[in-house]
């Protein structure tokens, strides 16, 4: 079996990327070791189970990385954090500070909304139709 297990949010702060997807999204923390040059490996993830990709939180290193910390897919959205309930989850990152950039609508896919990580980049949340 193929499947995607991590994809590179480039950041500014390991602790306050940990905080914002942990305590503003509801993931869960699956790793934080330091490595040998002074980074870290961090890994968060929106469920318990470990079974769907996980994101690896890497703090920018230099001014190019730096650069793209919050604009990683040019101003698209490039991630989707779906749900299977989507009023309770955008209530709760509503109450937890999360910026939403328009209000819930319903598409034949399903009931979504664009909202942005800590850094800009946008993200939907989802619960797919059916």
């Known amino acids: 079996m193929r499947r995607i297990a991590l994809v590179t949010l480039v950041v500014d ?3 306050e990327a940990i905080r914002f997807f942990t305590e503003a999204l509801g993931f869960r923390l699956a790793e934080d070791a330091p490595r ?3 980074s870290r490996w961090v890994v968060v993830e929106p469920g318990t189970d470990g079974a769907g990709a996980a994101l ?3 703090r920018a290193k230099g ?4 650069a793209r910390v919050g604009d990683q897919t040019g101003g698209r959205v490039g991630f989707f954090l779906h749900t299977g309930d989507f009023a ?3 209530a709760r990152m509503l109450a937890a500070g999360v910026t939403f950039l ?3 609508r319903h598409e034949p896919y399903g009931t979504v909304a664009v909202f942005q990580d800590l850094y800009g980049n946008r993200w ?3 619960q797919p139709a059916g």
């Not at 001014?63 to 730096?66: F, H, K, N, V």
């Open 13 to 15: 702060d390991y602790d």
């Open 36 to 38: 040998e040059d002074g």
């Open 56 to 58: 690896l939180l890497a």
């Open 63 to 66: 001014e190019p990385q730096r």
């Open 88 to 90: 309770r989850d955008h």
């Open 102 to 104: 328009e209000g819930p």
């Open 124 to 126: 939907d949340l989802l």
